[in-house]
């Protein structure tokens, strides 16, 4: 069914108060009622709400954006918000009252009291590092339990617990100390136990650890959840997986609004936010870009003479800084992403970098052979077909060169590599570019030698 | 340890035929391990694999890169290659056996004889659909079955499967009636048959489905696996969430690449490939970026008079096609992005493009007016600032609907936006901008209007 449709029939079934809604909504995945949720005005949604028990509305307010979070709370009774709290993941309710303002959040935990220590816990991690994602939901066992007590407590706790697939191992000081996966737990004889069969060598990460690491941790080694641990080993909580999907579409969207300027953007901002928070966001890149096209031109002013005595050297301007332009995207690009999913290693860079820049010149000699020739075909001149020929060699190689070597540069400081292809890159590679072109020019055409 | 610690330390057992190497592996995730063969010699190799057990040896190839997993495989016999294939999950297995030579696939699929068919079977789907990426290690219970049977069941056949927290309840003629969680089945009581506490909406995807959709589908309803059905329902296979989460990865790498004319290229192979393969890949894509710029350059040849009078006006192109350059790029990546993430729904696409158009209008008025400022300083010549300040205002709006409408008219076709953002945009935008530069500059410079 359409959402379109969806919507008209719940607003039906709102307005009769028909009694098969239970119904209706028992056959719908909690996310796609958030999406339904959505295109709702605020008054249904007010009044759609009442209709769920607060565990209903727990599953469906953490299926929705956080923003859109927000403005549901605000529709929403102090005690009836804290009671859907309760009932949310404990990841999920920590996010929502970090984006809350702070006195509501502050009034929300004082109502919520039992687990409000723990959620006042989770806030104070940055959002994007494994404390910041982790939640608290997770299975720890004692060394010394037997599997047959493990899989009885599991049954009992299922329901509760965030994902039970692994079971922690922990000592008395709840330091990790092994795991067991749900499927080795149930191939285990009854008696055994935990200690004896749990896998001792298990994957855990620090609670500031980056969540793009973690992500790729995961990742690597096909875990469902990850534990997060203090300093000393202690258990603080799991990222599962579900959370990694949304990181690593996170980070690559991030990545790729970093590369055009749109920088610390959620990508829920760019796509839904309002007029003015954009413009605020884009043109301080569009500014940076002015600047350095003017100094671009400022190169080219010092050839003036040169311009007024060979009117024709105008014409591939273009040319020469959209092959550049070019060649440094996709050397960017592709240097850029080899880094963030691993694949370009810390030691492999200069490697890497080595051979793009043989790259750049076998592209040059070639992309300059084809312009030289085009060139002394239009304007019926081989020698500034020649100029040309040479300035776009060299402007390809110093683009690639440039592509790679400053998202390297910025990676050796620890700065995002992904910030390094806007204007910085642009303004370099066209300077050079025209700089080569205008100086070739001025010492090989005739018209020119004299200037 | 680092992996060149681990290597060497490989390699001096390895020679000694030390006796703690079995331990050293029992402790090392299939994972590190595959990285560490990744830089072993052949010869060292195919030492190392006579050492692991069919079923090791199948652990760590199934986290090597295809392209290393072939090498390997080369180095084995053909009875070695073809027990470790039958260790593999048959998703891995499949996706090796269609990278190898035809013939030396069809003489091991004649070795492996029982798995052959269903290894054949999976073969025969295309790479990035549902098919192509599900395994067929599931586990489906009939609807009759008692929670007690499932557990006991389970119990025994949890190290074949690949995936147990999902059992999949099915009819007779094996069509997918119902889904059961491993944390449902051990919260349920022991009596309760399949069919009774079984969710029977679940979500199913057809084989033949972009393995996009699906990745999108598991992300946003946080599925552990999801069941390929056919076109009667009758399950197939599995997708679980460790290869979508490389689905994610891939896509994204993908995208990004065919943004820059490095298209249909995995990760790899840019990465890592030899130069001649990365030149033909890069190459045409700089061809028509180059025909394109040539073609600018014939635009700017219309106006050869007016260039000749006023040298000056030269010394805004870069300028004008720097920023024309960032607008379109930032717009071209924020709709892609949101439309590959699903943020932007089909219905949703024109009316974010209306937004953009009054975002590029405005846009070129703050860069217009600022331009105008900074070029009539620069020259001593308000007309001139006035020029390029319109010429600006305008470039920079044309380039944030041209940004967003090419990938907007290539989605209509179905057409992946993310091919659009290349030397296309680049050559509409460089030549619309010139094009309005020189003729309000014919029009409004007193220099010029006699021309």
């Given at each position: 069914m359409s959402i379109q449709k969806s919507l008209q029939k719940i607003i039906k079934m709102i307005k009769e108060r028909d009694t098969n809604l239970e119904e209706f909504f028992q056959n719908l995945h909690p996310s796609d009622f958030a999406e339904i949720v959505d295109d709702l005005t605020d008054e249904q949604k007010a009044e759609l709400f009442d209709l769920l028990s607060d565990e209903e509305a727990a599953m469906v307010i953490q299926e929705m954006e956080e923003l859109d979070q927000v403005v549901l709370f605000q529709l929403l009774t102090k005690k009836r918000a804290s009671a859907i709290l309760k009932e949310m993941a404990s990841d999920d309710a920590a996010d929502l009252l970090s984006e809350l303002p702070e006195n509501e959040a502050r009034e929300l935990l004082t109502l919520i009291d039992e687990d409000a220590e723990e959620l006042r816990g989770l806030m104070k991690y940055p959002e994007d590092t494994a404390g910041g994602i982790m939640t608290t939901e997770y299975i720890a066992f004692p060394e010394n339990m037997t599997v047959e007590e493990a899989i009885r407590r599991l049954r009992e706790i299922a329901p509760e617990a965030e994902t039970v697939y692994y079971v922690y191992v922990v000592t008395e000081e709840m330091q990790v100390s092994g795991v067991l996966s749900l499927r080795e737990l149930i191939a285990s004889a009854d008696g055994t136990k935990l200690a004896e069969i749990m896998r001792k060598s298990l994957i855990s990460v620090p609670v500031d650890m980056d969540q793009e690491e973690v992500a790729r941790l995961v990742s690597k080694y096909d875990l469902l959840a990850v534990p997060v641990v203090d300093e000393r080993q202690r258990l603080l909580g799991i990222v599962t997986v579900d959370d990694i999907l949304d990181v690593l579409e996170e980070e690559a969207t991030e990545d790729m609004y970093r590369r055009v300027g749109?920088?610390?953007?959620?990508s829920v901002d760019l796509v839904s936010a309002s007029v003015p928070s954009i413009l605020g966001r884009r043109l301080p890149w569009l500014i940076i870009t002015l600047i350095g096209g003017l100094f671009v031109g400022s190169v080219i002013a010092v050839f003036e003479e040169a311009l007024e005595a060979v009117a024709a050297l105008v014409f591939f301007i273009p040319v020469i800084m959209d092959m550049g332009g070019n060649v440094a995207t996709q050397s960017s690009t592709v240097f850029v992403r080899g880094v963030a999913t691993g694949e370009i290693s810390v030691e492999e860079r200069w490697g890497y970098f080595m051979r793009e820049i043989r790259i750049g010149v076998l592209m040059g000699v070639i992309c300059g052979s084809t312009v030289a020739v085009a060139a002394s075909f239009w304007q019926g001149d081989p020698m500034l077909g020649l100029v040309v020929g040479i300035a776009m060699s060299g402007t390809v190689t110093v683009a690639a060169i440039i592509g790679t070597l400053i998202p390297l540069v910025f990676s050796q400081f620890g700065?995002?590599?992904?910030?390094?292809?806007g204007p910085l890159v642009t303004t370099i590679k066209d300077a050079t570019g025209l700089l080569i072109y205008f100086s070739i020019a001025i010492r090989l055409l005739p018209e020119l030698v004299n200037l």
């Open positions: 749109a920088a610390e953007l959620e700065i995002d590599p992904a910030y390094a292809s």
